[in-house]
């Protein structure tokens, strides 16, 4: 070969050479920077696919960085799958970042069956090795095993025990004539396109130390520090029918749904109450916290909180509302209706048919006693309850207002003062000091014979206003 050329040959290989010298840093003191050093994945359920996490690696220097190798150390079992810079597999060899860059690695899982009712706790390795040098991120997922349910139609009484959560994916039915009963401890998991619809009767009796959940399946973060336990819509709700009848729901946590508690008409007059709620808390709906048309309830010493609509919607009906918190800050939307919504009270205000003539059924009857309505935007559709069988007796009301025969005793203009921190995505509606709800309350007509509230802590008398018992500064609720 000519020498000229091999001159040529070596002069542009030490040129080559060079440029990849000036263009890549390949001192072991330049590593990548991760946007976490432990991914945190929440709690899962096993045997199905996980969302899909990201973190971040950033090149934070003035060249180039060469990760000569990115690969899951410990994951014998093919549990997590990843994708660097929009390539999947398992293992990376030579994976460049630009001076001041970054890439995205992506993960997903699919955890096998525990076989306990355990949570087990995983934490799985990726490392990067750049200049020599190896970085780790940790990988940590919580698994859990379920019981799945798909459509179910319950035409016998039927028990569910607690244990594993029950992952539910469509409808569950209880029929007309059976009885679908949840123990203490039990938690039912929705689905999207999940609900509840009760025909026959449904008794959830928890206990302030095993309380029954109805949640959506959703664990963890919608984006950034938004937690899913916020966000509304992730399944239907439940429906009674016509010929529901005998409905107890006692120490159990309703959250999550697209319609909270939705009552049609019974088919037959009832003197009865069609749901007898103790203790428990309805929260966080895309319509009403509760729906109830021309259906007796009764709800002592519970939470109904946070709707894009309405918290209650009643339409006729005969309603004990006592010592219950009635309270609105969804985040979202604008609010659609008032935290209380009333319907069909008296002959200038009844609800008609298609061709306009009046309805023939008992106007409403609602009495509120002891009980907080506060909160962002209206709080009773009817100001003037004159000529309605409407009373609100003994109620911390957040506007401003005057005492007359169906406000009666009422406590104007006051904040209860909440630990709710909304924009802080932190609600919690128990009392802080100096609430003017404690001890405010109607000693003749407390709590219905509850002795504790939904945590469990005692009453005393005269109670407090509202779900919760005041908790003294020494015991006050942790964040």
């Known amino acids: 070969m000519n020498k000229y050329v091999i001159a040529i040959i070596f002069s542009l290989g030490v040129i080559l050479h060079s440029c990849i010298e000036d263009n890549f840093t390949l001192s072991p003191s330049d590593q990548p920077y991760f946007s976490t050093d432990t991914l945190k994945m929440g709690d899962v359920y096993t045997i199905e696919g996980t969302p899909t996490h990201r973190f971040t690696v950033i090149n934070p220097h003035d060249k180039a960085l060469n990760i000569s190798s990115?690969?899951?150390?410990?994951?014998?079992?093919?549990?997590?799958?990843?994708?660097?810079?929009?390539?999947?597999?398992?293992?990376?060899?030579?994976?460049?970042?630009?001076?001041?860059?970054?890439?995205?690695?992506?993960?997903?899982?699919?955890?096998?069956?525990?076989?306990?009712?355990?949570?087990n706790e995983i934490n799985?390795?990726?490392?990067?090795?750049?200049?020599?040098?190896?970085?780790?991120?940790?990988?940590?997922?919580?698994?859990?095993?379920?019981?799945r349910i798909d459509k179910l139609n319950i035409s016998n009484d039927t028990i569910f025990e607690p244990g594993l959560p029950y992952l539910i994916a469509d409808t569950i039915h209880v029929e007309a004539g059976a009885t679908l009963t949840l123990k203490p401890g039990v938690k039912l998991r929705f689905r999207e396109k999940a609900a509840m619809k009760v025909s026959g009767t449904l008794i959830s009796e928890g206990t302030s130390e095993q309380q029954i959940e109805m949640i959506g399946h959703r664990d963890g973060y919608v984006a950034g520090s938004i937690p899913y336990e916020i966000m509304s819509g992730q399944w239907g709700g439940i429906y009674f029918t016509p010929t529901s009848r005998g409905n107890r729901i006692a120490y159990t946590s309703i959250r999550n749904s697209n319609d909270g508690l939705t009552f049609d008409a019974p088919s037959e007059e009832v003197n009865e109450p069609i749901l007898r709620m103790y203790n428990s808390q309805v929260r966080n709906t895309t319509n009403y916290i509760i729906d109830a048309y021309h259906s007796n309830l009764e709800l002592v010493g519970c939470e109904l909180a946070d709707a894009?609509?309405?918290?209650?919607?009643?339409?006729?009906?005969?309603?004990?509302?006592?010592?219950?918190?009635?309270?609105?800050?969804?985040?979202?939307?604008?609010?659609?209706?008032?935290?209380?919504?009333?319907?069909?009270?008296?002959?200038?205000?009844?609800?008609?048919?298609?061709?306009?003539?009046?309805?023939?059924?008992?106007?409403?009857?609602?009495?509120?006693?002891?009980?907080?309505?506060?909160?962002?935007?209206?709080?009773?559709?009817?100001?003037?309850?004159?000529?309605?069988?409407?009373?609100?007796?003994?109620?911390?009301?957040?506007?401003?207002?005057e005492d007359d025969d169906n406000f009666i005793s009422c406590l104007w203009d006051q904040d209860p003062l909440y630990y709710t921190e909304r924009l802080e995505y932190h609600f919690d509606y128990r009392l802080?000091?100096?609430?003017?709800?404690?001890?405010?309350?109607?000693?003749?007509?407390?709590?219905?014979?509850?002795?504790?509230?939904?945590?469990?802590?005692?009453?005393?008398?005269?109670?407090?206003?509202?779900?919760?018992?005041?908790?003294?500064?020494?015991?006050?609720?942790?964040?």
């Open 70 to 119: 990115i690969a899951l150390r410990d994951d014998d079992e093919h549990m997590f799958r990843l994708n660097v810079d929009g390539i999947s597999d398992r293992t990376f060899s030579n994976v460049e970042i630009r001076a001041n860059d970054s890439i995205f690695v992506f993960v997903e899982a699919t955890l096998p069956e525990n076989g306990t009712i355990e949570h």
């Open 124 to 147: 799985r390795h990726i490392d990067f090795v750049t200049n020599g040098v190896t970085s780790t991120v940790v990988f940590n997922i919580v698994g859990q095993d379920a019981t």
């Open 308 to 401: 894009s609509n309405g918290i209650l919607r009643l339409i006729g009906g005969t309603h004990v509302i006592n010592h219950c918190t009635i309270a609105n800050y969804y985040l979202f939307t604008v609010l659609g209706a008032a935290s209380i919504d009333l319907y069909h009270l008296n002959a200038e205000n009844c609800e008609v048919d298609e061709e306009k003539n009046p309805i023939n059924r008992p106007y409403l009857t609602a009495d509120f006693t002891n009980c907080i309505v506060y909160g962002n935007g209206t709080l009773i559709s009817h100001g003037d309850l004159t000529n309605t069988a409407v009373t609100i007796r003994r109620c911390l009301l957040g506007v401003a207002g």
């Open 432 to 479: 802080k000091p100096k609430s003017p709800a404690i001890g405010a309350s109607f000693t003749e007509y407390d709590i219905y014979g509850l002795t504790t509230d939904r945590y469990g802590v005692a009453h005393t008398s005269p109670a407090d206003l509202g779900a919760y018992v005041y908790v003294a500064p020494e015991k006050e609720p942790s964040e």
